[in-house]
């Protein structure tokens, strides 16, 4: 069975910077095979997708809320993925998820049903 375990997530002040980790494990999962994304929900909002990355690391995709302060990536020897964070903003508070999409899928998609597995999430707090 695929795990996706997130971490990293901890209070900051405006301004700072955090790494987010996701290692996933498991089942028949090959980070060299599953496409990946970032994701956060802050309350009583939706899940949205932050940050996505392909497979094979060469392509990636940002909501324009984060664009140029976060940037994702992935060691795939290691099954993991990040979201290094820069300039957290206040609004940036959220529970932050890491998903896989499945096998077949090259690239990341912008919608929560487009992936196969989950993370629990790691609450990322910014104060001002």
């Known amino acids: 069975q695929v795990q996706v375990v997130e971490s990293g997530g901890v209070s900051v002040q405006a301004g700072g910077s955090l790494r987010l980790s996701c290692a996933a494990s498991?089942?028949?999962?090959?980070?060299?095979?599953?496409?990946m994304g970032w994701f956060r929900q802050a309350p009583g909002k939706e899940r949205e997708v932050i940050a996505t990355i392909s497979r094979s690391g060469g392509t990636t995709d940002y909501a324009d809320s984060v664009k140029g302060r976060f940037t994702i990536s992935r060691e795939n020897a290691k099954n993991t993925v990040y979201l290094q964070m820069n300039n957290l903003k206040p609004e940036d508070t959220a529970v932050y998820y890491c998903?896989?999409?499945?096998?077949?899928?090259?690239?990341?998609?912008?919608?929560?049903?487009?992936?196969?597995?989950w993370g629990q999430g790691t609450q990322v707090t910014v104060s001002s």
């Open positions: 998903a896989a999409r499945a096998p077949q899928n090259a690239r990341g998609a912008s919608m929560p049903n487009e992936y196969a597995y």
């Open positions: 498991g089942g028949t999962f090959s980070s060299y095979v599953h496409a």
